[in-house]
């Protein structure tokens, strides 16, 4: 019931500020909208139910699954599209995609409020939400001042078996984690040499490489491990909503920062259901309850601090990244890394 009553309270917001042809849009608007979401399944799951009261004749059917996954799928359905929309992932992702020619430019309403630098400047895709990395730890059992503060911390030898990792390849942020941490040298040299030699030492540390993120917190709360690394605003749901002892330190030195974008697919079979979803989503209200609710940092510009969760006051350092080179050498990066550092110190 409580649920019901706020699904109708934030429905009746959201038209009362989209207005009367907004309404008249939606009666319009029929079909069946797919969307491919690494944004798992409770958020989507909750702004479907709140889509469908806005537009009754549109059923939407949310898939989850990793970010890298999702563009996989998307590439392998290019000449009969199943989905509508890519909702989440980083940005070398959805630059692949645009190259790829998976995408449908869309320009929405919200796009003067989305900074340049973390939208494409053709409107293939939109960054909806900022998601730095951290290091995470159970703060239950260990101290903060024995948590490393650094990446390079990582790499000291009595952490060994002592890190659970998210697979990287499917996963949209580990992969972008991973090839940061390349990229810090590449920049440099020019060679991902150094790279490749500092997963090394982390790979000698790593106990496991898991399946979901699920897992990653299970092995941290039933001391299965000591540290892992994953997206912040997951870590702070994780801990506030959902009560686990869990907590994060993002590296001053710089960390990647994802723009977690979303993206129409291309010759998708509900062009104007997949539109009114995107603009839906990027409404400052919509902004505002993924905020507060579920643990997303807004991209758009005009949401006033002070009505952000405290948790969100947090010093961030984005790592300087050549997004286009992360998305033309991030493949092979990782293929490198699977096939010849992964578990080899075992």
């Known amino acids: 019931m409580a649920k019901r009553m706020q699904l109708w309270v934030f429905v009746l917001c959201l038209v009362g ?4 042809s907004m309404q008249a849009m939606a009666a319009e608007i029929k079909g069946d909208l797919v969307i491919y979401t690494a944004h ?6 909750d702004m479907k139910a709140y889509f469908e009261e806005l537009y009754p004749e549109v059923t939407v059917h949310v898939l989850p699954m ?35 020619g998976i995408l449908q430019p869309y320009k929405p309403s919200f796009d003067k409020y989305v900074p340049t630098e973390y939208k494409d ?20 059992l260990m101290d903060e001042k024995d948590v490393p503060k650094e990446w ?11 890190i659970t990792i998210r697979y990287p390849l499917a996963s949209g942020a580990m992969r972008t984690l991973y090839s940061a941490w390349i990229w810090r040298f590449y920049a440099e040299d020019g060679t991902p040499d150094r790279g490749y030699e500092w997963l090394r030492k ?25 540290l892992s690394v994953w997206v912040y605003p997951s870590i ?3 801990r506030y909503r ?34 009114a979803f995107v603009e839906f989503v990027g409404t400052k209200q919509s902004s505002m309850l993924m905020a507060h609710q579920y643990y997303r940092i807004p991209i758009r510009t005009d949401m006033p601090k002070a009505t952000m969760p405290r948790w969100m006051d947090i010093e961030i350092n984005p790592m300087d990244i050549d997004w286009a080179t992360f998305a033309e050498l991030s493949p092979e990066w990782l293929e490198y890394w699977d096939n010849n550092i992964k578990a080899r110190n075992k």
């Open 40 to 45: 798992g399944e409770e958020m989507p799951g």
């Open 17 to 20: 500020v989209l207005g009367v």
């Open 242 to 275: 959902n009560g686990y002892p869990l907590n994060a330190i993002i590296p001053k030195s710089g960390t990647p920062v994802i723009a977690d974008n979303i993206a129409i697919i291309k010759n998708c079979k509900n062009l104007e259901a997949a539109k």
């Open 236 to 238: 702070m749901d994780q």
């Open 66 to 100: 990793g970010a890298q996954n999702a563009l996989d799928r998307a590439l392998a359905e290019q000449k009969n599209p199943q989905a509508d929309i890519i909702w989440g992932g980083p940005q070398d992702m959805f630059i692949t995609a645009k190259e790829k």
């Open 152 to 162: 390079d911390e990582l790499l000291d030898p009595k952490w060994k078996d002592q």
């Open 202 to 226: 982390l790979d000698a540390n790593t106990k496991d490489y898991t399946s979901h993120s699920s897992v990653i917190y299970n092995n941290l709360v039933r001391d299965i491990a000591k």
């Open 121 to 140: 400047p053709e409107s293939y895709y939109y960054g909806q939400f900022l998601t730095p990395l951290s290091i995470v730890y159970n703060d239950s």
